[in-house]
């Protein structure tokens, strides 16, 4: 997906292997490799879905620059496409079916082969995925659960409007991954201790506040976050929901094993000059 403005649309013609549950696939994506209109206006009318497209018109009329649209456009793009290859070569991006958990966080339900009746909603592979994107990068992070008891479900599930069938969920809901990119030179060190003041915990706020170079703090602080963002991501539930204020996020491995602790894992990588990209893959008492 290195090149996607010439393949994206055709990425079915090869499927994808799953990783095995722990291991993480992270997809990056340059905008400026589809930044031509022709390119855009292809990934819209053949991988979006019908309501996606309605969803960019509407909003493309009130308050979304041409920027913004562009983004959303190849965010969803770059999801589908690489999602549909996880499926199996005869899925069509346009295919995938997916739906909202009660904290928004999107899931895929399930998919529909090419040429096959819309209404033939077959079970999703056991994956988990999540999606961010800056004017600089898009990333998507993909994992697998472990094979667990089939939990029917009765959840309406849609794509967009229409109903389609309810799925089976055959897989452990523990595993879950959640992904967050920022530009690391985005704030400066002035908003960066603003911020740490207001969002971050004590310890994280006292973390920072020991590094006497503002350009080192500022960095710190974005690193901070997007881990943190990637957390909150992975348990679907947002800042909202899981104020940042309330758990610590440490930059150096802990030896401490005196008391219970959830054991997640977050990983950091520098995906292209002035970004960082973190991915958060396993999550477990």
């Known amino acids: 997906f290195a090149s996607p403005a010439a393949s994206a649309v055709d990425a079915t013609d090869a499927?994808?292997?799953?990783?095995?549950?722990?291991?993480?696939?992270?997809?990056?994506f340059d905008p400026d490799d589809a930044d031509d209109a022709a390119i855009l206006s292809r990934y819209e009318t053949e991988v979006l879905s019908a309501d996606e497209r309605e969803s960019v018109s509407r909003h493309s009329s009130t308050a979304m620059t041409d920027g913004a649209r562009a983004q959303v456009v190849r965010s969803r793009a770059l999801m589908r496409c690489v999602l549909a290859r996880y499926?199996?070569?005869?899925?069509?991006?346009?295919?995938?079916?997916?739906?909202?958990?009660?904290?928004?966080?999107?899931?895929?339900?399930?998919?529909?082969?090419?040429?096959d009746d819309p209404r033939n909603v077959a079970p999703p592979p056991p994956l988990r995925f999540s999606l961010s994107?800056?004017?600089?990068?898009?990333?998507?992070?993909?994992?697998?659960?472990?094979?667990?008891?089939d939990l029917p479900r009765s959840n309406k599930t849609t794509n967009g409007s229409n109903r389609v069938a309810s799925v089976c969920r055959p897989f452990d809901a523990r595993h879950e991954i959640g992904v967050d990119c920022e530009d690391e030179d985005r704030r400066t060190s002035g908003s960066a201790?603003?911020?740490?003041?207001?969002?971050?915990?004590?310890?994280?706020?006292?973390?920072?506040?020991?590094?006497?170079?503002?350009?080192?703090?500022?960095?710190?602080?974005?690193r901070l976050w997007t881990l943190k963002e990637a957390y909150v991501k992975a348990l679907g539930?947002?800042?909202?929901?899981?104020?940042?204020?309330?758990?610590?996020?440490?930059?150096?491995?802990?030896?401490?094993?005196?008391?219970?602790?959830?054991?997640?894992?977050?990983?950091?990588?520098?995906?292209?000059?002035?970004?960082?990209?973190?991915?958060?893959?396993?999550?477990?008492?």
């Not at 499927?15 to 990056?28: C, E, Q």
């Not at 499926?87 to 529909?112: D, I, M, Q, T, W």
């Open 15 to 28: 499927d994808l292997r799953l990783p095995s549950p722990g291991d993480v696939h992270l997809w990056l």
């Open 87 to 115: 499926c199996g070569k005869n899925v069509p991006p346009s295919g995938l079916r997916f739906e909202l958990g009660e904290r928004g966080k999107p899931s895929l339900a399930g998919y529909v082969e090419c040429d």
């Open 133 to 149: 994107h800056t004017n600089k990068l898009l990333a998507l992070a993909v994992t697998s659960a472990p094979k667990a008891v």
């Open 193 to 222: 201790d603003r911020l740490a003041r207001r969002w971050l915990s004590r310890d994280e706020h006292a973390f920072l506040a020991s590094f006497q170079d503002d350009t080192t703090r500022a960095s710190r602080f974005m």
């Open 237 to 285: 539930t947002g800042i909202a929901a899981h104020p940042f204020a309330r758990f610590d996020v440490s930059m150096t491995p802990s030896n401490d094993e005196t008391e219970p602790v959830e054991r997640v894992e977050l990983r950091e990588r520098s995906a292209c000059p002035g970004s960082s990209g973190e991915d958060e893959d396993e999550d477990e008492d």
